[in-house]
């Protein structure tokens, strides 16, 4: 069994959802209703590989909503993530991968040192970030993308926005190992761990972002923050392709400038159909279909029957475990995303 | 539970300290001495439980000797007035159904309402407590789940003829709950324990109470929630 810990993208948004699943209690409730609300089990969800092999998982969904880091409601924020992975693992789901906001509010608020909630005792080797999975579909994503517009790796220049972390250092380390991208530009906001990483590859731009972004063929934008970052796309080159690999995806909808590529990065498309009714809720244009490539880490974890942390703490993501993933990702039949 | 941003440690011996304490003692006090109370008079409705009964009200007892022993450690008396009538509603709710034999509201008040708000609000206590009183009341929130226990599988073996009746008592009584939590919340506060993690534990715990007995998920978040807004 396998399991996804998600949440609603916003208040209005969990409040529509809640009426539209027949939920009156919470459908009228304002943000102090949902910092008290507890984690649910809204769907179970059905996958079959192209294998053949069929697994079963469930839907946690944890009642966070990103209104609690703009407000300030840390606490309420760390609860919930800390009670869906409790009611998860109560619920005997053996793999469950932290969507969204979970694994950020997890790696961000230590929340590694809360080992006991209540009567039970985290196991931690039962939760995976997903992020091995997502770096390896961004790094798809761009080789093929790519390819696809006519930009071409060997003479483009890459900018990796959110570079130190998690998925953004992984990101650089399949670049710098299995692409031939000859120049790498490195933007985030912690000077130091720049340094480490710049050292680290042994090559790459330290740049800030207004300068960095008319530079580039290719923005992998990695970078999570409750809020998204203006970005004013006549300052681009053109063609630009720009993968969306944040959380939340807004930029779609925002840039929409001639020459210019947004895909949504990290997004997987399976195969065959996947019976569930939670992905039309998150808004995926093919909900049957699509899905974030974290949800689908757990799946193959499953699918695997490696029932362990593949993805876990910070920068601990190598090429090799990329391309561990990437090769079951490929054989249950899992594909990045490619439409724009 | 988690305590991220380093909270201020909190001064047991101050007069603000002892003045809350003096209310939130008592009622866990009351608590054990209803809830004593009560397990004595369900055994008399159910005397194939009696040994059972008998042996939790004992328990309930013991638990209610070691809350005066934290009182006395931080020679802090209790407000027993208070905490009476901070029961009093529900106190008379369960009266009212014991003579007429209403077995099932009798457990939904005492064996899961209580007990789940026991629950939930001695984990949310433990990791605040004065280290005399976190070591009381942990031993005490193990025995809770076990009486939590007993009423779960009673309802559960006798789900289908008593539903309806759960659900009646449900609305009749959780809405009482939010509104002893509110009238407490600012003590709860100085004892560095929040109204909305209560809540949520609170939900968690009785919410799991509810599913074992066989109430489904969209039943469950109905029931949970019933009367939490307008308290």
Redesign the interface.
Known sequence: MFGLIGHLTSLEHAQAVARDL??P??AD?GL??W????????DTIKVTSITGQQIEGQYVESCFLPEMLANRR???A??KI??AMA?AQ?HGIDITALGGFSSIIFEN???NQ?TQ???IKLEFERFTTGNTHTAYIICRQVEQASKKLGIELSKATVAVCGATGDIGSAVCRWLNARTDVPELLLIARDRDRLEALQSELGRGKIMGLEEALPLADIVVWVASMPKGVEIDPTTLKQPCLLIDGGYPKNMGTKIQHPGIFVLNGGIVEHSLDIEWKIMSIVNMDVPARQLFACFAESMLLEFEKWHTNFSWGRNQITVAKMEQIGQVSVKHGFQPLLSF | ?????ASPAIDFHTETYKDAYSRINAIVIEGEQEAHDNYVQLAELLPNEKDRLISLSKMESRHKKGFEACGRNLEVTPDMEFAREFFAQLHKNFQDALPEGRIVTCLLIQSLIIECFA?AAY?IYIPVADPFARKITEGVV?DE?SHLNFGEVWLKEHFEESRTEVEQANRQNLPIVWKMLNQVKDDAHILGM????L???F???Y??ALSNIGFT??D???M???G??AA
Do not use: W
Request: charged share 25%; hydrophobic share 40%.
């Open positions: 027949g939920y209690e919470y409730q102090d209703f910092c008290a609300a507890p984690p649910q089990i809204v840390i606490k309420a760390t609860r800390i009670n009611h109560k608020f230590n929340l809360i909630v209540r009567n | 539970m988690p305590q991220l941003e629950i984990n193990k789940y929040e109204k909305e993690a809540v949520e534990d939900m968690i715990q919410g799991e998920t969209r469950i978040m109905r949970s929630a019933y939490l807004v």
